[in-house]
């Protein structure tokens, strides 16, 4: 690191809660604690950085830490440098932001991104900062009315003002990382899905036109579907609705506000196009999607190197959590409660409503479910009808986009057993809203409960190049499974 690197301070100011539209999304919290794909903005934007400037990174996350940065800016030579960056400003092209940052120790002119509350301040003489210190103490540079008119405009990066619920949706759509297989582009007015599994991706896209028309004002319409270079598209329109596992996961829902999205959900499930089968026709139905894709899964899980590896080490941990072990008393548990799982009808299902694959606005009461499981024909529209449910449970009851967020931790207790320690807020108290709508609905949390643990257990191989959260599905699997043998909360 040259001289003129070790003159520059960086300064991410987090010191405001989001509010307001965009605080009904993710809750009261620090801009920079926002998740995105499994890691916070701030975590985000460290990881843009160049190399050598994360250890010339402050994270200002509160006014008890203004001492000790007016310090640094007081010991700073006549040619300390500062740049400023609010902790709402978001960074969609983290090269641009990388590129901006290695030029900043040579910038000779001081600049900002706009002309009134800029979200980014380049300052050449950081002492400037101090002499306004009383301003800072009461509010962040982003926050002060008077115009930047001194300063050069920033031309190269535009950062986005997350505290604006549209830019910070611009930001985060799709905040669920795509499988490797799939890619989601998003403009202003189209999210695309392209794909290399062609046949899913066209069986997503007829299933709007197959589905009975109750079903369409659930739904996104696609439309310009392409098949090219060995790859698959679709484009639908972009609505600027955050998905409920974003909510969710930043502890957003109140009581009333989770009340008033499950039961739109449930209402949504229970007014499905159905048809009348035979109860062992039903049977059936579950045993191929509960039973046999779970054996195939386990199958394909265990004859992986990668899958024989993190058996063993379970194995030598918790005996009990090893996927074989698990498989046999699933087996055993679906026998015993085989019965809950038999209808008299099937139903038109949407085939994967995990909270991400909903869109929701809370104030609006808009719910928009994407990504069906798909249909290229009408036969293929019609499944059991407690395997939405069993997602939706997936994300309520098992917790499943703290996994797939990374929002857990696997450790081990005082036995040396292994432990799933979750970061959980208000959640807890917001489940048994979902059990009593289960309920009210006639259904049998049991079968619900088993099939959920089969969606875990068949997840293993989807994941196995991440073992840790493959270890959080057995150990969420396993709670899942006491809790139908014995009654144990999870």
Not at 126 to 145: D, N
Request: hydrophobic share 45%; with cysteine.
């Amino acid at each position: 690191m040259s001289q003129l690197h070790h003159q520059l301070i960086l300064v991410v100011d987090d010191r405001e809660l989001a509010a307001g539209e965009v605080r009904g999304v993710v809750g009261p919290r620090r801009f920079g604690d926002i998740l995105f794909q499994r890691r916070t903005l701030f975590e985000r934007f460290r990881a843009s950085l160049p190399a050598w400037a994360p250890e010339r990174l402050v994270h200002l996350r509160s006014n008890e830490q203004l001492p000790a940065l007016r310090a640094t800016l007081e010991a700073s030579g006549d040619d300390g440098a500062l740049c400023v960056i609010a902790g709402r400003a978001g960074f969609p092209d983290s090269g641009e932001l990388r590129q901006l940052i290695e030029r900043l120790p040579y910038a000779n002119d001081d600049f900002s991104d706009r002309l009134y509350q800029p979200l980014l301040v380049f300052l050449r003489n950081a002492h400037w900062l101090v002499e306004q210190w009383p301003a800072f103490e009461a509010a962040p540079l982003h926050t002060w009315q008077a115009p930047w008119r001194d300063c050069q405009r920033l031309q190269s990066v535009r950062p986005l003002d997350l505290a604006h619920l549209q830019q910070f949706l611009m930001l985060t759509s799709g905040s669920t990382a795509a499988r490797h297989f799939n890619q989601i582009d998003v403009d202003e007015y189209y999210y695309t899905k392209s794909s290399s599994d062609r046949r899913k991706m066209r069986a997503e896209y007829a299933f709007y036109d197959l589905a009975p028309e109750a079903m369409r004002p659930w739904l996104i319409q696609p439309f310009d579907f392409r098949e090219q270079d060995e790859r698959a598209s679709y484009k639908m329109m972009r609505y600027y609705l955050a998905d409920a596992a974003l909510q969710w996961v930043h502890g957003a829902f109140e009581a009333d506000s989770f009340q008033s999205f499950i039961e739109r959900l449930l209402f949504f499930v229970a007014q499905r196009p159905r048809r009348a089968c035979a109860r062992a026709a039903s049977l059936a139905a579950a045993r191929a999607l509960f039973v046999d894709k779970l054996e195939r899964r386990a199958a394909d899980f265990l004859g992986r190197d990668d899958g024989r590896r993190i058996e063993a080490l379970v194995a030598s941990a918790t005996p009990s959590l090893a996927l074989a072990a698990q498989l046999q008393r699933y087996l055993r548990l679906y026998a015993r409660h085989e019965a809950g799982f038999g209808f008299d009808h099937e139903v038109v299902g949407h085939g994967d409503p995990c909270f991400s694959n909903i869109l929701y606005d809370q104030q609006r009461h808009l719910l928009k479910l994407i990504d069906p499981k798909g249909a290229l024909d009408e036969a293929e529209l019609w499944t059991h009808p407690l395997y939405d449910l069993c997602k939706i449970s997936h994300s309520v009851l098992g917790d499943y986009d703290f996994i797939n967020n990374g929002l857990y931790r696997v450790g081990f207790n005082d036995d040396n057993s292994l432990r799933l320690d979750l970061t959980l807020e208000r959640q807890a108290a917001l489940k048994p809203l979902f059990t009593r709508q289960l309920a009210r609905l006639g259904h049998d949390l049991r079968a619900v409960r088993l099939g959920e643990a089969s969606l875990f257990l068949s997840m293993l191989p989807l994941h196995i190049d991440y073992p840790n959260k493959v270890m959080a599905f057995l150990l969420k699997a396993n709670a899942i499974l006491d809790e139908v043998e014995f009654g144990k909360a999870t």
